[in-house]
């Protein structure tokens, strides 16, 4: 491609239009915007500083991807202003789509088994949608507990047209999540107005704190090269309990084994896959799960598509 673009080719099973259906799934999402088979999206790139990796300056973003082989990536608005920023934008995208996952052993995995094979077939290469953001990630499972998900997106975009970046492009405006930075100063009254519940104002404001101060993110999350002990730090949190942690896990820190085993959906989901009259117990989870050991996350990820 020119220089206001590049292509990123992908591993496979991959389908773009597979992706496209979850990134569709609702109407009021408000961080990118898919048409014609294309996303457009506002993000940051990185820049190195000495207090570590730091969003920097916001491009805009256009992705394509028309043979299910190579992505097509333009600039439409801003470009890297040098190699290393070239690269972030790229990682972004490999883990937003989670383009580095192996699926081979996945396949073989739902190939030989009876109740995913169906599954399986019928959404073949999608991939995880991440969170890359760690704040954005935790912010969307903090606001998402106990709501309906229409719900949980109106409150992600106001929070992110009060404090987020924005651009204007033919017409159109495209925002970014809000960094920890520009909560600098709210309060939980100011959170609470835009009606978030106390406690997840408190929780919201918690970790852009921490993480203001460098004492949370994702790569001292990844730093500990464990799972279990990042799910610690996590749940220390006020306001973030083992489902929100295992969401993280699954959707921005890319833990294959992650389980949120008390979603409702997730509950919903098997009880509809395996036709009961009820939602499995924690216990039936476990048991069923158990077949899947090492793609706890990709089973459940498939089991909400299809509920």
Known sequence: MSASGFELAVGQPFRFTRCLGYMTRSPLESLYEVCEGKIIRLVAVASETEQGT?????????????DDQVLQVRFLQGEPGSESELESVKRYIRDWFDLDR???????????????????????GLRIIGIPDLFEALCWAIVGQQVNLAFAYKLKARLTEAYGES????????RRF????????????????????R???????????????????RDKLLALGDFDA????LVRIRGIGPWTAHYVRMRCLRDPRAFPIGDAGLQNAVRK?????????PSELQQLFANWAGWEAYATFYLWNNY
């Open 54 to 66: 730091t969003p920097g300056r916001s491009l805009l973003l256009e992705i394509s991807c028309p």
């Open 178 to 197: 809000p960094e920890p930075a520009a909560l600098a100063g709210v309060d939980v009254a100011e959170l609470q107005a835009l009606q978030l519940t």
């Open 273 to 281: 896959l395996l036709g009961m009259d009820r939602k499995p117990t």
């Open 230 to 233: 990042a799910e610690r730090e």
């Open 199 to 217: 406690a997840k104002a408190a929780a919201v404001l918690e970790t852009a704190a921490l993480m203001r101060r460098g004492e949370l993110s």
């Open 102 to 124: 192996d699926l081979g052993p996945w396949q073989k995995l739902t190939d030989g088994d009876p109740v995913l094979r169906v599954l399986a077939e019928r959404l073949y």
């Open 167 to 174: 651009t204007l492009w033919e017409g159109r405006t495209y």
